[in-house]
């Protein structure tokens, strides 16, 4: 606790300071970058430590900190458990990484903005997302949570001359408050049942279980906003693209985590849910994750695509939540366990994965000065690094063996399993649609990823021009380095990972995870690592074999075959759209997908077109018409705002009077 | 125990391409010709680990490396199969997981490689298989489940090592709905030819065969190779499904399992001879009967199980 004192005292004086030296950009950024470096050493050392403890026996430990002094509405009082714990590590890995990426890439930034005001913010929003993972207090967290989101939306808003970053930033806006208003609702109640707004006397409460499901319904859609649940994610594919890439990784790998930790959060306090709110869970997990993916195929914006896969990894995560609340709703402890743990591995995998590859898409966009993947291709001989990286992060993000992907994903494949062997009927349906989703992602996300990186690293250049591209310097290939490394480690050692998520899992499920049921998931995981090994052996033998059979011969380099074409350009290869076209042809009813063409006139027709499209549903036919509709509403009541102060004052004159009638009545 | 190892790799790694010369044999007999012989594919393979290769410009080293990647990536899926009764090197609750995305880690390699051409036929041939193979994943995972769950067990030998002796006794429709999903998804997987064809890669509607047009000389051996290796373990995993006989004489086992296998690439060699190609669009209908094959089987089990 101590040391993530001192890292929040850190971030706390230099941000006010870069706020008084903004006018310079250089000293900003220089302070900037030390501190983020000091301040995340310190608050990393904190996290590592307390999942280092080794938990023999109940109560678990709780590290806490009040401050006694009462500010108006409750005390400052946190602490941090092993959860918490779990997710300031992720937290601080991803904003060193993304930091010292944003320092990087606004070095060359030459517009308008204060970049050293962008610097302030970024650390203030660090640590009100720090208060929000340690706060124990619902008026602490809920004034953290609100600060959050304020402070996110002037970091997404950072390119604000655009009109679609403005709208960008006011739909999130808009959405994550209808989010706080679920949230205060939920605290309120908790609060009135336990009568003190501290967790630890919520957790001491009892909730009677209609209450119980009322307050997951108003959590899941509170914390849903922000994780980005199908029906509410409409603000996720807006913002990313709108907000610069460093931001962006902040957003998609921390901050929709932040919405999983509350919705843990809340699982510990309530404790005991009716059946219905995990069988609402698992299906909400399924949509978000397979609709999430078959949008994600549909779109030619690079980090529109990667945002909407941040959707169906919030679905798969949100799997193993579901199974682990449909194990303890069952009282069968270990299919919790496992559900839990699959679902905190996930959430770090995606954290690292994520943060790579909108760093990377970031570098993309830096060098191409676009977003839109029709017009790349071929950039792998340019940007060597960039290309390498955001390799590493679509073979993990597509759940493949040797990186840390395949880790998380058979942890939830497991859960499922393990679910399917313990349950009862609906049990056994209910995770068996999760396992066929699960699957179809696995494909789908083959089918995504490869169109990611095929399009725009492989191939030839498809805008038919030659093009120079410079690759990256130290500072922005760093940080995404570092995270790859991870996904690496992950993949190939991940005991320490899983061991800190049982940590996490037993602060959620408030009990002690058996030693045999933790060896009967890692061992299997190292057992994971010895076939790759032999894998690698075989491939160390092939290309021996290959080395020494064509020894003597010359390689021939030619061009590409063009099946006896003469005339082919680069305008020609497969494009993004045509490569997913089949895919999306088969899901057509459910996306909407359409194809629009003009067909050539005449013989020597001059020009023709064709588009494709998809349809986000949620957007276009569930909130778009709501709005409107709220919209012709409130148009109608307009007479009451006549903009006369004296009428206003009349109108509360009236209220007071019905709440006097009321009260005596 | 060793040695059943050893006999167990051995088997893995050098019965592959026999399958190819007998499927090739049976379509030869359809056909009325005497074919080539048994031992063809292993020729063509010395052959073609012997040439050199040509190399596009446009591509990158992705586009070597895959063939080897993939390759070793189904010879490492090799190792947690059963073959003959024999136990296999490595067995873990969960590796029935690992199993298939090894598959899908050689496919996506593959995939990349065609898309490192930058040929639109290669990129044509990449999205339909990676299209394919998603359907094709989803029927195999829940082929798998049914069998996890009929068993009991997680892993591959739990399952097909006595694991489902006493299933088609209790519940035989439901493995024989198994059996037929199963079945499809091996066709599918690898592109046999209701759905690909393997003997020809110039017209549009290939689909693998399409991908592989730029690898030449040792890299397209290592493809070939893998693919038999592929065909290999999924008509292994149909006969240990089919087949769960087991005597404690070792030898006796390996005798039934080469009938069995050789009887099941007979069998793929008759539906090649007397199927035509189905038309692409048709494709995806036989993806989502295999999976509701195993949906059936899956309901049976549960109303049977409770």
Redesign the interface.
């Known amino acids: 606790m101590f040391f993530l004192l001192i890292s929040l005292f850190i971030f706390i004086i230099s941000s006010a300071l870069i706020f008084i030296l903004c006018r310079s950009k250089k000293i900003s950024a220089c302070l900037f970058l030390w501190s983020l470096v000091t301040a995340c050493g310190f608050g990393l050392w904190s996290a590592a430590s307390v999942l280092c403890q080794k938990v023999t026996s109940l109560p678990l430990t709780n590290v806490e900190f009040r401050l006694t002094s009462h500010l108006p509405l409750g005390e400052f009082f946190i602490g941090i458990d092993a959860l918490s714990a779990f997710f300031l590590l992720l937290l601080f890995i991803v904003s060193l990484a993304a930091g010292i990426y944003g320092y990087g890439y606004l070095r060359e930034y030459e517009g308008p903005r204060n970049v050293g005001a962008h610097f302030a913010l970024y650390h203030l929003l660090v640590i009100v997302m720090v208060l929000v993972l340690v706060a124990r207090n619902a008026i602490l967290f809920l004034a953290a949570w609100e600060l959050m989101t304020i402070i996110s939306y002037f970091l997404i808003t950072f390119y604000n001359e655009s009109e679609a970053v403005r709208k960008a930033g006011f739909i999130y806006l808009v959405a994550a408050h209808l989010g706080v208003f679920c949230l205060a609702l939920m605290f309120l109640i908790m609060g009135a049942q336990a009568g003190s707004m501290n967790f630890d006397q919520m957790t001491a409460t009892r909730f009677p279980l209609g209450l119980a499901g009322f307050l997951f319904v108003l959590a899941f859609v509170g914390f849903g906003i922000k994780a980005g649940f199908m029906p509410f994610h409409i603000w996720l594919p807006r913002a990313h693209p709108a907000a610069p890439s460093h931001i962006s990784a902040l957003l998609s790998a921390v901050l929709i985590k932040i919405g999983i930790y509350g919705l843990m959060r809340m699982i510990i306090i309530v404790k005991d849910f009716p059946l219905w709110c995990a069988v609402g869970l698992l299906i909400m997990a399924v949509i978000s994750a397979v609709g999430g993916m078959l949008y994600a195929l549909g779109q030619g914006e690079i980090k529109k695509l990667l945002a909407y896969s941040s959707i169906e990894n919030i679905g798969i995560i949100s799997l193993g939540l579901g199974v682990g609340m449909m194990g303890h709703v069952y009282h069968q402890d270990a299919v919790a366990f496992i559900g839990y743990t699959a679902a905190l591995v996930h959430a770090f995998n995606h954290a690292m994965f994520k943060g790579l590859l909108f760093l990377s898409a970031g570098s993309v966009i830096r060098s191409t000065h676009t977003g839109d993947m029709e017009s790349m291709?071929?950039l792998?001989?340019w940007l060597p690094w960039t290309g390498h990286l955001f390799?590493i992060g679509s073979?993990t993000i597509?759940?493949?063996?040797?990186f840390s992907g395949?880790i998380s994903?058979?942890l939830v494949?497991?859960a499922l399993?393990e679910g399917?062997?313990h349950l009862?009927?609906l049990g056994?349906?209910l995770l068996?649609l999760g396992?066929?989703a699960l699957?179809?992602i696995?494909?789908?996300a083959?089918?995504c990823f490869?169109k990611a990186?095929?399009?725009i690293f492989?191939?030839?250049n498809r805008s038919g021009q030659e093009h120079h591209y410079n690759e990256d310097d130290l500072m922005m290939r760093g940080p995404m380095i570092l995270l790859a490394a991870i996904c690496l480690w992950v993949g190939l050692f991940p005991s320490n990972i899983v061991d800190a998520a049982f940590q996490g899992t037993q602060a959620i499920t408030g009990m002690l995870v058996p030693e045999a049921l933790k060896a009967?998931i890692i061992?299997?995981l190292l057992?994971?690592t010895?076939?790759?090994l032999?894998?690698?052996s075989?491939?160390v033998v092939?290309?021996l074999?290959?080395k020494f059979?064509?020894q003597g011969?010359?390689?021939?380099?030619?061009?590409?075959?063009?099946?006896g074409y003469a005339k082919?350009t680069?305008r020609?290869?497969?494009t993004a759209s045509?490569?997913?076209?089949?895919?999306l042809k088969?899901f057509r009813t459910i996306l909407f997908f359409k194809v629009e063409t003009v067909r050539p006139k005449g013989y020597f027709p001059a020009e023709t077109k064709l588009s494709s499209s998809v349809k986000d549903v949620s957007q276009d036919l569930l909130f778009r018409p709501l709005f409107y509709g709220i919209k012709r509403f409130s148009r109608k009541l307009k007479w009451i705002q006549s903009g006369h102060t004296q009428t206003y004052i009349l109108y509360i004159l009236f209220l007071l009077v019905i709440l006097l009638i009321w009260k005596l009545c | 125990m060793n040695i059943f190892l050893l006999l167990h790799v051995l088997i893995l790694f050098i019965f592959p391409p026999l399958l190819l010369g007998i499927i090739g044999k049976t379509k030869a007999f359809f056909a009325g010709r005497i074919g080539p012989p048994l031992l063809q594919p292993y020729f063509d393979l010395y052959k073609l680990l012997h040439k050199a290769s040509v190399y596009s410009v446009t591509t990158h080293w992705i586009f070597r490396a895959a063939p080897m990647i993939s390759t070793a990536a189904i010879l490492s899926a090799g190792i947690l199969m059963p073959i003959a009764n024999l136990r296999p090197p490595v067995q873990f609750g969960g590796d029935i997981i690992l199993f298939v995305y090894l598959f899908a880690l050689a496919r996506f390699v593959i995939i990349l490689a065609a898309l490192d051409t930058g040929s639109s036929f290669e990129g044509m041939g990449a999205s339909r298989e990676a299209t394919f193979g998603a359907f094709s994943e989803i029927a195999m995972f829940f082929n798998l489940t049914i069998l996890a769950l009929l068993s009991r067990k997680l892993s591959l030998s739990g399952i097909f090592l006595g694991g489902l002796s006493s299933s088609w006794v209790l519940v035989g429709p439901v493995l024989i709905l198994v059996v037929v999903s199963f079945f499809l998804v091996l066709l599918v997987e690898n592109s046999r030819i209701p759905i690909d064809d393997p003997d020809t890669h110039l017209e549009l509607t290939m689909i693998h065969e399409v991908m592989v047009l730029d690898h030449s000389g040792v890299d397209l051996c290592y493809i070939l190779y893998g693919n038999a290796v592929k065909l290999f373990l999924f008509s292994t995993m149909l006969v240990s499904i089919i087949f769960t006989f087991r005597s404690p004489d070792i030898f006796l086992n390996l005798v039934l399992f080469i009938l069995e296998i050789v009887g099941l690439a007979i069998l793929i060699g008759v539906v090649e001879s007397t199927m035509a190609r189905l038309r692409l669009n048709k494709v995806p209908y036989l993806l989502f009967s295999a999976f509701i094959f195993s949906i059936i089987g899956f309901i049976v089990i549960l109303v049977r199980g409770h």
């Open positions: 291709g071929g792998f001989k390799l073979l597509c759940g493949l063996p040797l395949f994903e058979w494949f497991r399993l399917i062997f009862d009927i056994i349906i068996s396992i066929v699957s179809l696995g494909g789908l083959a089918l490869a990186f095929g399009v492989l191939g030839e009967a061992i299997p057992l994971v010895r076939v790759l032999f894998g690698g075989i491939f092939l290309a074999l290959r059979s064509t011969y010359q390689i021939h380099l030619s061009e590409t075959w063009r099946c082919i680069s020609m290869q497969y045509s490569f997913t076209q089949p895919m088969i």
